[in-house]
């Protein structure tokens, strides 16, 4: 899963040699992919309806925000600011998985992993550095 700033297609085809990849456009993301991706997807895994978007905007209000944006969403993945967040509130939670190459003001480069067991979804922070 990927929430965007591919930058160049390249690394999305990289990407796509390893896996499947579920993904929407950033905005940095060249022409060619802003044509190809969307700006927001769903995705149904193991029983766990997942959103995914890029920007989720200010983070006053983000979590009731995209809340409303996915209705029908147990958790959202976006991108944008790069900042690690895990919020949650009763059944429905939002997880910015930082930024593996662009730490920007993060005090490190992460990635995130999702682990989805019994209908449910767990996000966790792995740090690199």
Same mark, same amino acid.
């Given at each position: 899963? %990927?929430?965007?700033?591919? @930058?160049?297609?390249?690394?999305?085809?990289?990407?796509? &040699?390893? /896996? &499947?990849?579920?993904?929407?456009?950033?905005?940095?993301?060249? #022409? *060619? +992919?802003? =044509?190809?991706?969307?700006?927001?997807?769903?995705? *149904?895994?193991?029983?766990?309806?997942? !959103? +995914?978007? %890029?920007?989720?905007?200010?983070?006053?209000?983000? +979590?009731?925000?995209?809340? =409303?944006?996915?209705?029908?969403?147990?958790?959202?993945?976006? /991108?944008? @600011? %790069?900042?690690? $967040? %895990?919020?949650?509130?009763? @059944?429905?939670?939002?997880?910015? #998985?930082?930024?593996?190459? *662009?730490?920007? &003001?993060?005090?490190?480069?992460?990635? /995130? $992993?999702?682990?989805?067991?019994?209908?449910?979804?767990?996000? =966790?922070?792995?740090?690199? !550095?």
């Amino acid at each position: 899963m %990927h929430a965007g700033d591919f @930058s160049q297609p390249g690394v999305l085809a990289e990407l796509r &040699r390893i /896996g &499947r990849v579920f993904a929407v456009q950033g905005n940095v993301d060249a #022409p *060619e +992919l802003r =044509r190809e991706l969307p700006d927001r997807a769903t995705l *149904e895994l193991e029983g766990v309806t997942l !959103g +995914l978007v %890029h920007d989720a905007g200010p983070a006053r209000g983000r +979590l009731r925000r995209l809340g =409303r944006l996915f209705p029908d969403a147990d958790a959202v993945v976006f /991108g944008h @600011s %790069h900042m690690p $967040l %895990h919020e949650v509130d009763d @059944s429905f939670q939002i997880f910015n #998985p930082g930024s593996p190459t *662009e730490r920007r &003001r993060a005090p490190n480069r992460t990635m /995130g $992993l999702a682990t989805i067991e019994d209908g449910r979804i767990e996000f =966790r922070h792995r740090i690199l !550095g």
